[in-house]
């Protein structure tokens, strides 16, 4: 079943998320001290992410024009407006911003090269030990996020499975189209670009900073879009 790993990724954040919010009665003070340890943590996760560039000029490029693309289509803004209809529809966990904990989980579950490889091997090998991996450490991050940012973080399943779903999905036709030089220089540079964002996001996490992450997105389409660039000139001018 291709699906099969994508599917068990899915549930591992929607369990994890319910047994956060099971946890979520934490003192203020506590609460606070974990929510700067937890900034911590993802600001040293993205560092890792980040340095593992090759070409950083790339990187460079792809976060700049992302984050103009981002601030001219207002992400942020449409996404915080998705969190107060969710918060709305769902009712608030009292915790903090729906968006902010949908945007936060979203990231840190999507971007990195766990997602593309576990979807990749799934739709083309019928491997799911990626995903399977990636599901008990995003089971456990949705858990920690969950019972700190708040019950939003259960919303980043919905784009998980869509990403890592068409991945699989479509995995075959991506390993005979996509050249593997390209593909791994595209996972490399869109980990590394990704990896500052949630560097960021750490940031915000720890009350050091409020980035807006969200209006960053587009960078990861930069990327594809720079690489295939890069990819054409070398093919053409050797």
Known sequence: MVLLGTIVNGLSIVVGSFIGRLLNH????????????????????????????????????????GAVIGEMLRLEAHLNGLGAWLEKKFGNSGQGSTAEAFVTATLVFVIGAMAILGALDSGIRDDHTVLYTKSVLDGFTALILSSTLGFGVIFSVVPVILYEGAIALFATQINRLVPAPVLHSFITEMTATGGIMIFAIGLNIAGLAKI????????????????GLLHAYHTVFG
């Open 26 to 65: 934490i003192p203020e003070q506590m609460k606070g001290t974990v929510m700067q340890a937890i900034g911590l943590a993802v600001m040293v996760l993205g560092l890792g992410m980040g340095l593992k560039s090759e070409q950083y000029i790339i990187v460079i490029l792809s976060l700049v024009i």
């Open 212 to 227: 807006r992450v969200a209006n960053l997105l587009p960078g990861i389409v930069v990327v594809a879009v720079l690489i």
